[in-house]
């Protein structure tokens, strides 16, 4: 795979509209994957089949990540889903969201590659822009990027890509969340969103587990932040954006999502695996995603 190289040429390539669906159990599913429970007054709202609250947010950011994982993306992206597979991460993130999605529906996702880079150990970065509009209305739901890490795939004299840098204060945290996580995670992850990357099912190289799927614990921090911040309000959430994944997650590691509130609905957070946790070898605290920043209203 170290032959495989990203053609700078995607930069500015538009593909073909990508239309999903969900119903009331999708968000019933993504609850229960980040950690909701029904001993728990805040979830139980948003896990009864006859909820009133609006979908949940993460379906929206599923379906841009199921529009980049068709073969027409990924064939020119890096020659196809199979070699994505081996070498390919998405690091960063953002989503902002702009209108409340219904308990069922239909959404149309248009995406594009806007940028091509590399790294100085000659990983490929690729910046991926998507929009989503509702099915019906046409009505913009979200808007967003994601940054794609492709290990040794760098063009020849490539250019840098900065991932956002978002400065997390000293201090100690305001907030902090702690979470088990379940054996199943990445099953119990990949039923809502489709993403069966088998990274997240077969243990592979010198990884002790499968990996945690990334969207599952963005939706985590999201839940946690709708709980701590918003009254469990997830739909309050506007925007989150995810500055760097530094290391990977294996289940059973448990979390800590490590909070600070800057006021005005500005969050800022981490998510850690706490040092007596990990099952990796490594010492001290593990942190699984680093520099996020949401905007609550």
Avoid at 162 to 184: F, L, M, N, W, Y
Wanted: contains cysteine; proline residues 6%.
């Amino acid at each position: 795979m170290a032959d495989a190289k990203v053609d700078p040429a995607i930069a500015g390539k538009r593909f073909s509209e990508f239309e999903f669906s969900w119903d009331w159990s999708t968000t019933q599913q993504i609850v229960r994957a980040t950690g909701g429970s029904v001993t728990s007054d805040i979830d139980v709202p948003w896990m009864m089949r006859d909820s009133d609250r609006p979908a949940h947010p993460m379906i929206l950011f599923n379906g841009a990540l199921v529009a980049r994982n068709r073969e027409e993306v990924m064939k020119a992206l890096i020659g196809g889903y199979d070699v994505w597979q081996d070498v390919g991460r998405w690091g960063s993130g953002h989503a902002a969201f702009k209108a409340p999605i219904a308990q069922s529906g239909s959404a149309r996702v248009g995406c594009e590659f806007t940028e091509v880079g590399g790294t100085s150990k000659g990983h490929a970065l690729v910046r991926f822009n998507f929009e989503v509009d509702d099915g019906s209305s046409g009505e913009r739901l979200m808007d967003g990027w994601m940054l794609l890490f492709l290990l040794g795939c760098a063009p020849e004299n490539a250019g840098k890509i900065s991932p956002p840098r978002i400065a997390i204060p000293e201090r100690g945290a305001d907030k902090t969340i702690e979470r088990d996580t379940d054996v199943d995670v990445t099953f119990d992850w990949a039923m809502p969103s489709g993403d069966w990357n088998s990274t997240h099912f077969v243990t592979k190289g010198s990884n002790p587990a499968p990996l945690v799927h990334g969207p599952r614990n963005m939706g985590l921090v999201m839940q946690d932040a709708g709980r701590a911040f918003a009254d469990g309000r997830v739909d309050r959430i506007r925007s989150i954006t995810l500055g760097s994944m530094p290391a990977p997650h294996y289940p059973p590691e448990p979390t800590e999502t490590r909070f600070w509130d800057e006021g005005d609905g500005r969050i800022l957070g981490r998510l850690v695996v706490p040092a007596a946790g990990r099952t990796d070898g490594g010492e001290g605290d593990k942190v699984v995603i680093d520099q996020i920043e949401i905007a609550i209203g």
